[in-house]
């Protein structure tokens, strides 16, 4: 009989639940059928898949990979994780650059005039397909950059929907126009900022992420109205492509011109023609500070503004009361090691106080021992490290691991290129742990962007604060440990233009905004900051009661002037009444308007 109690007085319950579950769900479906506007629901896209995301695939193996062909200006394109050959790209010319940016400036007329719910649909159409083919866009990724599937998910994919849903969902309102304050002078009339479209924008990117180096300029463009000439990397042209077709083809089943987006591929002393091109309204710029120099000179003769992100020499701190110091060094590893440390904010230099120091060196040494090093396609399950970009700098790395040697660091992982054993001909360095590392060292200065663990002590905070902030670099930086107030302190304090306090770069998977300082560059784009800095800000001053009161010149200040003295004495009382700090100074600043006016 209880029980039958119990369970009669249970039904309303579950008769409320019920009933508020059908009326959230009419609601939802209610949304979904009717107010969701055809103006933004995503269009399925068709893009072919290149025949090299086969398994089937093998490929001419190249005898010396590189991306240069001896008597010919074509880009050799190759996977660097095994040398297999890609294809061959054309390079663009300065005539074909003059005609990308004439198409895309004559497809932003139009563009300009659409509607954030049409932008918003072309972004989703993207979305959409991004989400339906992660696997083929990591494959691509791989096979052009080398690094693993896991890398390309989270430092490809993932970031890049993180910046069309907040795009999607923040974009309008960070564009909408803002009202501003007046004062008691200009009291009648009404203030607002518009960001409107630039033009045609100017992206040159790096190699390192080239699916998210590539969409994230083009998602903010496309959001602001402009149009987008990018000019990817030569290392990642054959991919530069196909993810350039994704952004064509939701353009184009959206009903948009497909000449918004022109991705360009030069080598670098043509690239010049397009950083310095007067119908360039703005220019962004991810890669090396040597290159930024020309390209900030190049930009200047047409009086370009640019955005520069140049790299880093990232630090974590890490404080001697950390508690899950595991958790920690696992963060640390992926940080380090991620894209084989080709990652411009990566982990390059961990900075232990000296209770800390011993226990994470102890850690990290076994964990980085284990990693293992080849192609994630074929070997999915087997590789934690991809391979590096192209051979280029291996000289130089061991050149700074001996250096470091040299002067009293003790290299106890690898430090050295590394012939693998089934890909011989592809780009591998081992995954590298070096301690004892003080800030005098060149290795503790220099942007590594390579799979080497860089680990150093200091004595306190007050150090550890100072050797973070040692280097001409100042991107991005974490800092571990309990003590709130030793972690606010750090974070205030270390000259940086972002920091994770606890966690490595998350800032960059909640879309603030990204950039640096001093070396690093200057300029942010992600947030609200990225999507104002590529538009025009215009300032609009209107009369608040059109028709009823307006500006009016008083005619002691009315050309031509009669009495000099007169107007001075307005002018000096105009200015007293509307910023008198005294109410008798005020008050002495409308008698002298109304005596002279």
């Not at 719910?117 to 972004?123: D, F, G, M, S, T």
């Not at 990591?138 to 994919?157: F, H, M, P, R, W």
Request: charged share 20%; glycine share 8%.
């Amino acid at each position: 009989m209880d029980t039958l109690n119990g369970t009669s007085a249970q039904l309303p319950w579950l008769e409320f639940s019920i009933f508020v579950f059908s009326v959230v769900f009419v609601f939802v479906a209610f949304k979904i059928v009717v107010l969701d506007d055809d103006d933004e629901r995503p269009v399925s896209l068709k893009i072919p898949v290149p025949e090299q995301c086969s398994r089937e695939w093998t490929g001419e193996l190249l005898e010396k990979p590189t991306i240069k062909i001896s008597g010919s200006s074509a880009i050799r394109c190759y996977c660097p994780a095994d040398g297999r050959l890609l294809g061959l790209v054309n390079p663009s010319t300065p005539d074909g650059i003059d005609r990308a940016i004439a198409k895309a400036k004559d497809a932003q007329k139009e563009w300009a005039t659409t509607t954030f719910k049409q932008r918003r649909r072309v972004l989703k159409t993207m979305l959409k397909h991004i989400l339906d083919n992660q696997e083929t866009i990591a494959t691509v990724a791989c096979l052009d950059s080398g690094k693993t599937k896991i890398d390309a998910s989270l430092g490809e994919i993932l970031v890049t929907v993180e910046k069309l849903k907040w795009t999607i969902k923040h974009g309008e309102k960070s564009l909408r126009p803002e009202r501003r304050p007046t004062n008691f002078l200009m009291m009648y009339k009404y203030n607002e900022v518009r960001w409107e479209p630039l033009g045609v924008i100017a992206a040159c990117v790096s190699w390192n992420y080239p699916f998210h180096n590539l969409m994230g300029p083009l998602i903010s463009t496309l959001f602001t109205g402009s149009a987008l000439v990018v000019k990817a990397s030569e290392s990642t042209a054959w991919s530069t492509q196909y993810f350039g077709s994704i952004a064509r083809a939701a353009l184009v089943s959206c009903g948009h011109s497909a000449n918004l987006v022109q991705p360009v591929l030069c080598w670098p002393q043509t690239a010049s023609h397009l950083t310095s091109h007067p119908d360039i309204s703005h220019v962004t710029f991810i890669g090396s500070r040597p290159v930024a120099h020309h390209v900030a000179l190049s930009a200047a003769r047409s009086l370009t503004p640019l955005c520069l992100e140049l790299g880093g020499k990232d630090p974590a701190i890490l404080l001697d009361d950390v508690k899950d110091l595991k958790k920690v060094a696992s963060i640390l590893m992926r940080g380090t090691f991620q894209s084989a440390g080709q990652n411009c904010i990566g982990i390059e230099r961990i900075i232990c106080l000296p209770t800390v120091y011993p226990r994470v060196v102890t850690i990290l040494e076994s964990r980085i021992k284990a990693l293992r090093v080849g192609s994630a396609l074929d070997d999915p399950n087997d590789v934690d490290v991809g391979a590096m970009i192209s051979d280029s700098r291996f000289e130089q790395l061991e050149q700074l691991v001996t250096d470091a040697v040299n002067q009293g660091a003790r290299c106890l992982v690898g430090g050295k290129r590394l012939v693998h054993p089934r890909y011989p001909k592809g780009h591998y360095f081992q995954s590298t742990l070096l301690v004892d590392v003080t800030h005098s060292m060149r290795i503790a200065n220099e942007e590594l962007f390579a799979p080497i663990c860089v680990v150093m002590r200091a004595a306190s905070l007050d150090v550890a604060i100072s050797i973070a902030d040692a280097t001409p670099y100042a991107l991005g930086a974490s800092v571990f440990g309990t003590a709130t107030k030793d972690l606010q302190r750090a974070a205030r304090e270390i000259k940086a233009g972002m920091i994770s306090i606890n966690d490595f770069a998350v800032y960059y998977a909640v879309s603030l905004p990204f950039g640096g300082v001093k070396g690093s560059g200057y300029g942010r784009f992600g947030g609200e900051e990225g999507l104002r800095s590529i538009c025009n800000t215009k300032a609009v001053c209107q009369d608040r009661f059109p028709g009823m009161i307006s500006t009016s010149i008083p005619p002691a200040l009315d050309y031509p002037i009669e009495g000099a003295k007169r107007a001075w004495e307005v002018c000096t009382g105009v200015v007293e009444l509307g910023y008198g700090i005294e109410l008798f100074r005020r008050a002495r600043g409308l008698w002298r308007i109304v005596k002279n006016g």
